[in-house]
């Protein structure tokens, strides 16, 4: 009989689950969307019974495709991470909607928190800067608004889980209720330097420590699938999305790197075992916790990156496909000194500048849409090194390359300026599930599936290196040229 391994990733807008060889190789995959709910806007919300139905049916599919002669020896959970589900401990029901990362219901809540100066206290112990994307006040929000529902907290009759733990419990039939490091240290309520969760936060923010999942590594024996639909298959890794890239990506030593270029940027660097703390607004969280050892990283986003070029491509007309900015970007030698800074909704790290906007300099006579594209190509990859040289500065780990995925890795011309302008080289591998694949080799790595992390070495095989070859000369002008630029889109709303 063969054997796989098998992820469940629960994605913001669908649940999917894949299948993968020894090799990593996807052997079935299935994926469902499920709802969106916007009661208010700024409101995000999930139906948690939406989120396990589509979930479980997915693995069910994928499962079936394998056929009788082969079997899932391990399953892996990762997961949008943040989003907030709390339930009834007797009965397994939610009592509120999952209130999803993104919503911003509690902003005043988290300005209030700044205001009365605990951002300091909040930062040293959790690595997060106060916002309402983090897991804490949103569970404060269900328990101030949901009748009855701290009285019952506190009666230990409600548990809260991210996603991870709330797929877990629903696996197991309620027996198992636990995390990993990494979700966990996006809660707001845990202790990165001590690996558990945080006394004094919790007071703070008044949540019951009854209310709150066990604690374990990322590659661990959680338990048993219970559920008929895939009875007996161990779980045996839970990671947070971003983390299970690093992972999957093996950016197992500190200064390797991945970024995902997707509709926006984000990337993890691993610095290893000290929890650097960043001046600059990024974030310090935990990559994983393997055999009891915190690994840690920073995390820096950028929120204009593949979006740009749909927005060229829809709001502009310029191109009729996304990946025709790589011929496009081609058809001209260089980018004639055009530069385009995308702070559509302000500057990210390391800028800060929240009343910056989109501008376009260095136009001329010969300035053509191809030029455009080309700048719009390039601004991603010059804030891609905004962001990792302030790693680098601040971690004193140096990048000695960066492995890549997301949609528009696609795009070979972007890949390449990239390289030249990090001077280390890209790394694209042929599997893009790289998601997916970390979290199953964790669970792989708890069941003996894996023997050790260097046998993930040999997986994932490389599909393309990008080397840098610029001249430095060069490349410091194009770079030079785009700090100019930054300079010239900030504070352009007017106080
Ligand atoms: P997300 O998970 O954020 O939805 P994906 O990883 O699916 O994003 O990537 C989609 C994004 O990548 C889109 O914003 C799209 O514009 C961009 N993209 C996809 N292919 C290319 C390409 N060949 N060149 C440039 N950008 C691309």
Redesign the pocket.
Known sequence: MQEYIMALDQ?T?SSRAIVFDTEGRIVSQAQQEFSQIYPEPGWVEHDPMEIWETQIAVAEKANKELGKKQSVAALGITNQRETVVVWDRMTGEPIYNAIVWQCRRTKDECQRLTDEGYAPLIRRKTGLVVDSYFSATKIKWILDHVPGARARAKAGELLFGTIDTWLLYRLTEGEVHATDCSNASRTMLFNIHEGAWDEELLTLFDIPRGMLPEVHDSSHLYGVVRDKRLAGIPIGGMIGDQQAALFGQRCFAPGSAKN?????CFLLMNVGDIPIESDKGLLTTVAWRLDGKLTYALEGSIFM??????WL?DEMGLLQ??????TMAKEVQDNGGVYLVPAFTGLGAPYWDMGARGTIVGLTRGSNKNHLVRAA?EA?CYQVKDVLDLMTEESGVPLSRLRV???????D??MSFQSHMLGVPVIRPRLVETTAFGAAALAGLATGFYGGVDELERVLAVDRIFQPDMRPEVQELYYHEWKRAVERSRNWIEK
Not at 260 to 264: I, R, V, W
Not at 321 to 326: G, I, L
């Open positions: 994605g807008t995902t270029y997707g509709t926006g990156a593949g979006a740009l070029i749909q491509r496909q996304v990946a025709d900015s790589e190509l991603i995925d997301g949609g528009a890795v696609a795009n011309f972007l």
